[in-house]
Every structure is written in structure tokens, then in C-alpha cells.
């Protein structure tokens, strides 16, 4: 996978450009009926970073 775009706001502007155009491979190591749990491992720093994504059903703003 590589990083093309960052918008959650949780991340700060050093952050968004830092992680730009890295490239890691990602593994689902869990599903669940409302989303799913990931491993990423970062290809040149050799760094993992573990979490879950749940599936958001509902309308985003401006829709």
C-alpha cells in the first residue's frame, strides 16, 4: 500500500506530509460484521502499527 492522501483531521499537518507516499504492506488480521482489525508494516523503518477500522453506515456530511 502507499499513503496518497490524508484527511482525518486527527493527524496533524507534520504528520499528513511525513506519511505521504511511504510504502508498507497491510494485513487484515481480523474481521467483524461492522469492519475489521489491521497490521501495517512500514517497508523502510521496519515499524508496525496495529488497529481496527469500523464501517461507517451512515451519510457523510454534504451528502
Known amino acids: 500500500m502507499r499513503t496518497i492522501e490524508i484527511n482525518d483531521t486527527v493527524f496533524s499537518e507534520e504528520e499528513k506530509k511525513k506519511d505521504l507516499n511511504k510504502q508498507s504492506k497491510m494485513y487484515i488480521t481480523q474481521t467483524f460484521p461492522d469492519g475489521y482489525a489491521y497490521r501495517i508494516k512500514e517497508e523502510k ?16 456530511s454534504g451528502d
Open 45 to 60: 523503518k521496519q515499524t508496525i502499527r496495529i488497529g481496527k477500522v469500523k464501517i461507517y453506515k451512515g451519510k457523510l
